[in-house]
Every structure is written in C-alpha cells, then in structure tokens.
C-alpha cells in the first residue's frame, strides 16, 4: 500500500448511519451490503465487512434470539445442555442455515460492486466463542473443569464449523474471513488455557480458509490479549488486532513481522471530542512510520451509536499520510 489503509470495525453502525435498523440489517444481506457501501464512501474506509452477529452460528444450530430494533440479539437458549454430547450435532448448511444466507448475499452482492477496489471481508466465530454458544459461557467453563474431553469434542466441532462457514464466505466473494474470537480473551480464560485448548484450533481454522482461496488469515481477539499476542504468527495469522490494553510498541515487539490492526478504543467513538480521535490516530499512524504492517482500525467493534465525527475524524488523520 502507498499509504495507511483505514479498516476501522463499522459493523452495526453502517446500519444506523444508512438510516435501518439493526434488525433489519441483520436480515437482509442486500440492506447490509448498501449500508455498508454508504459507510465506505461516507467515511472513505478501505474495506467492507460482511458480520452480523455472534448469535449467527447458534442461530444455524437451533438456537433461539430474541431481536430488537435497536440492539444486537442474544442468544436466548442454549443449543446443547450442560449434559449434552456435542457429538450429536451436524454440521449446518451455510446456504440454508439460519442467517448464514444473509452473510452470503451480502458478500456476492459487496464484492459485485466492488471488485478489488475494497477489501471484502467476512467473519466467522472463533472456536471458544462458538462453543459458548453451544454451551452458554458459563457452562462452557465449567466443562474446562468437570470434563476436558468433552470440552475438547465441543472445541473440535466448533473448530469444522468455522471451517465450513468460512469457506462458504471465500465461496460468495470474500478476500478473507476474520475469525472472532472474544471468548478466547485473557479477560475470559487464562493464557495457559488459549495454548492448549484454542491455539491448535485457530490454526486450523486459519490454515483452512488460506487453504480455501483468503488472501490473507486474520485473527480479532479484543481485550488485554499481551498473555497470548506471540502466539498469532506460529498460527498462521497474517494479521493481528490488538486492543488498546496493548501499546504500539508492545504490540511490534511481540509480533514483529505481523501486520498490525488497531488500537483506537470504541468506547472513545461515543463521547470523546473528534480532535482527541485524530490525535491518537496520528499518532498510531506514526507509530508504525518506518515498519509499515499496519492498519489504521479500532480494537473492537466501533459501537452502532457511535458519533460520526469520531469515525470520520479517524480519515481525517491520513489526510496527510
């Protein structure tokens, strides 16, 4: 690139800043692929992202939600019990399943209009994600204790249905598929658990989706991920968001041949005033000034209700880069 690509995390908002409610984004993949189009040029971003939500897989499964205009939904019930064998799952249909479709739309009709001016992206649940899905989180951690083995079952089915979600993603019209993964955050299980558990299964996940055609592998863990980050690159991530808990220079020194993506904080896109927004993407900006391997993005998911100056404040700071 001949410049620092803008990538900030513009999921729900699009939906809000085209006028739709959130709801409605959620099923609709035509809607979702105009919002966020809109937010491209609105905000001159260098990428699209076709993500709903984290009730997507569950939903495949059986799950029920509950939706609101305005919010995103919650898994409502469990796909599996506390005593249930995962083994008794199938596989969903991503061209059937639930809201799969709705992703899959999206990204024909993104990449359509797009072609390789934009990156296109999808996104898939990371493994302990999905598994608490299953599970309920709650309950999903309790196996870690009670029964590692079925815990490992659970993390291995979870592990092929990001695999074949994802590859149906590729399939549409994706460049790459994030792989999300909050609950495989220090702030929700221990570093040690993440190496044993989870590591080995994101590298399965990533090696399959460069396998099935990605231009690139992208791992998102948000949170104080320090414990974890060195791990990215032995796994195949070929790109790496860290969140604000990590600086800059922590960030390199722990990956230093990984492209970067981050760290602005969402919260900050609420309420901070723009100026503060393009002060720290300055300053990120001029960072990595030298490294290169960065995108200009924020830690996490840039809430719906942001204030579009706060995001348009994030382009304002390459005006000159």
Known sequence: MDRTPLVPQLFGHAAVSAGLSLRDYLHDGEALAH???CARERYRTDAVFAFLDFGVEAEALGAPLSFRDDRYPDVVGSVLGADDDPARLRLPEPASAGRMPVCLRALRTMRGRLGDSALVAGAVAGPMTACAQLYGIENALYLAIDDPPRLAAALDFSTRLAIRYGLAQLDAGAHAVIVFDPAASPAVVPPGFFREFLAPRLERVLAALRDG????TWLNIAG??????????????DVA?????LSAAEACRLLPRTCL????????FLDAAPDRIERQARALVAAFEGRGGFLLSSGCEIPPEAAAGNIAAMAAALSGD
């Open 35 to 37: 919002a966020q189009i």
């Open 241 to 245: 968001t860290f969140d604000y808990y």
């Open 224 to 237: 104080p991920t320090a414990g974890i980050l060195d791990c990215y690159a032995r796994i195949g991530a």
């Open 261 to 268: 993506a981050g760290n602005l904080k969402s919260l900050d």
């Open 213 to 216: 055609g990605a231009a690139f």
